[in-house]
């Protein structure tokens, strides 16, 4: 059956004539022998044109192989057609079957087919697994061929195959052969060759030189000759005991646990008790049992067994007698301690003392006492401030003391500036201690300034996305703060005179939108339109006035 084959061509076509340029509007093409105009094949041209660019795909259906011309011509908008142009096609067969078959041919469509995928091609690569099945082991030939869409079979192509034995079966066995078959099996996945690295199984075997045999059989059923290795099994450790000092006969001491698969040498590091020993020099003895039974001679190691800190005690100045002080928790038995508890200074009056600190260890013995100087001072208890008048000791603006008491405070509250007027005034900021004594104030000028306009707004030309505008006046060296994007002027309109503002400010707009603008006294209590100007942007004002009411405001032009 013949295959359908279409040829893609990219065609440009001009139409014309004396007058004036005319449309292309359609097209036609043949092979080979010209039907008449207008009975070609039509191709749609999708949108006429003086000159057009078309794609179009060429059916071959009914061609014989071989050289054929395909023509194609236009039609314009006045009906006329153009001449015809030629261009020389080759059409060649197709593969559309492919089969091989071993060493004789069975005849043209009788071998083993081979699946031939994608579109019908004049060429095709083939890696397909071929069966061999049913060959001998040696050399044989491997032939393949194809058929095209004209039904006629190529040539045979020929490649020389060794087909070699496949081992399907493998044994070992010690010692002495038990024939063939009868060793012990041995997993093998179907190849020419293996490796192995399975476990052989010891079980039975004595201590000392045996020999390891391993053969494997093929698919015809041959058995290979045996290779052998020469191994040394060893005894392996399956138990351990400890003791201390004196030997209470083997099986009798200590039992120690082994862990894992039995092996020919253990590593312990078990945790040995040492209840019952005195301090002093001690010997600590191991031992290990084979699979055989057989214990193994003693290992000793030379061990000094110290005291251990089994409990502690503080107290402070005066010894009220062993174990009578204060308890400091010790978290396990050791023989030396590192303690940093909370000593409690409860009922001990400010100055100098002395703490006292001892240990008892696990055979009940005291320590000496070990002293450190301390001195206790005053803890803050409670703070206050107040404004250039002092009122009394305790009548001043209490502050909130954070955390326990403490012999030192840092303070950062809000201290409230309300009725204060605007200039400089003296804050002042006192303690007083566990013991109600108040300390001698601290005093710091404080400035009240006019009111403050906090305002956020960003600037077209500088924005940069993400809330932040770029610092401009930073980067070009006009400012040494890096925040600085550029200057911004805000005039105060009152809404009984929109053509003079009432205050002009001017301050640093920062790439972040905040800009801060300080206006007078005179403005608080009053309303006013707030009016931004900048020397590249639009005049913007506020929607509705603003009462100015308090010292502090903050207005967000970004929503």
């Known amino acids: 059956m013949e295959r359908v084959k279409k040829i893609l061509l990219i065609l440009f076509f001009f139409a014309c004539n004396r007058l004036a340029a005319q449309t292309v509007v359609s097209m036609e093409y043949f092979w080979d022998t010209d039907p008449g105009t207008g009975l070609g094949t039509v191709v749609s041209i999708t949108t006429p044109a003086i000159v057009t660019n078309q794609n179009f795909s060429a059916v071959t259906t009914g061609l014989t192989t071989g050289i054929h011309y395909l023509y194609f011509r236009t039609k314009d908008s006045n009906g006329k057609y153009s001449l015809s142009e030629g261009l020389a096609v080759t059409i060649v067969p197709s593969i559309v079957a492919a089969e091989y078959f071993w060493d004789n041919d069975p005849g043209v469509g009788l071998g083993t087919s081979m699946t031939v995928t994608g579109a019908p091609f004049d060429s095709a690569a083939f890696s397909p697994v071929f069966s061999t099945t049913g060959l001998s082991t040696g050399n044989h030939i491997l032939f393949v061929r194809t058929k095209s869409n004209t039904g006629k079979w190529s040539l045979g192509e020929g490649r020389n195959v060794t087909v070699v034995s496949s081992i399907i079966a493998a044994e070992y066995f010690w010692d002495t052969d038990p024939g063939n078959g009868l060793g012990t099996s041995i997993g093998v996945t179907l190849a020419d060759s293996v490796n192995f690295s399975p476990v052989y199984s010891t079980a039975g075997l004595s201590p000392g030189a045996h020999v390891l045999y391993v053969r494997t059989k093929d698919h015809t059923g041959k058995w290979s000759l045996t290779e052998a290795r020469a191994v040394t ?73 110290v005291a251990s800190v089994a409990s502690a005690e503080y ?71 107040f404004w250039d008048t002092d009122p009394g000791t305790g009548l001043a603006t209490a502050i909130t003391l954070s955390g326990g008491p403490s012999d030192s405070a840092t303070l950062n509250p809000l201290f409230a500036t309300t009725g ?140």
Not at 323 to 349: E, F, H, K, R
Not at 368 to 380: F, G, Y
Not at 463 to 490: E, F, H, K, R
């Open 420 to 559: 204060l007027g605007i200039g400089d005034h003296q804050l002042f900021v006192r303690t007083k201690d566990q013991t109600g004594k108040w300390s001698i104030s601290e005093g710091r000028t404080v400035t009240i300034s006019p009111g403050a306009l906090s305002l956020k707004v960003f600037l077209e030309g500088l924005y940069a996305g993400n809330q932040q505008m770029q610092p401009t006046l930073y980067t070009t060296g006009l400012s040494a703060d890096p925040g600085a994007s550029d200057s911004l002027t805000v005039n105060l309109f009152s809404p009984a005179n929109l053509n003079v503002p009432a205050c002009t400010r001017k301050a640093i707009l920062r790439n972040d939108g905040s800009a801060t603008f300080y206006f007078p006294s005179d403005v608080l209590g009053g309303s006013y339109y707030v009016v931004l100007r900048h020397r590249n942007s639009l005049e913007t004002w506020s929607k509705n006035p603003w009462v100015f009411d308090r010292t502090v405001m903050s207005i967000d032009f970004t929503r």
């Open 315 to 385: 107290f402070w100045d005066n010894d009220p007698g062993l174990g009578l002080g204060t308890v400091i928790p010790v978290a396990s038995p050791s023989d030396s301690l590192n303690l940093s508890p909370q000593y409690s200074t409860t009922g001990l009056s400010t100055g100098t003392h002395t703490l006292y600190m001892r240990t008892k260890d696990n055979f009940g013995r005291w320590s000496l006492s070990e002293a450190r100087t301390i001195t206790i001072i005053p803890a803050i208890v409670a703070a206050e401030y």
């Open 233 to 305: 099994i060893i005894p392996s450790i399956v138990a351990a005991e400890y003791f201390w000092d004196n030997d209470p006969g083997t099986g009798l001491a200590n039992s120690i646990a082994v862990s894992g698969a039995p092996k020919d040498s253990l590593s312990f590091f078990s945790n040995y008790p040492t209840t019952g020993l005195s301090p002093g020099t001690h010997t600590l003895y191991v031992r290990t049992k084979d699979n055989f039974g057989k214990w193994a001679l003693g290992e000793g190691r030379t061990i000094t067994i």
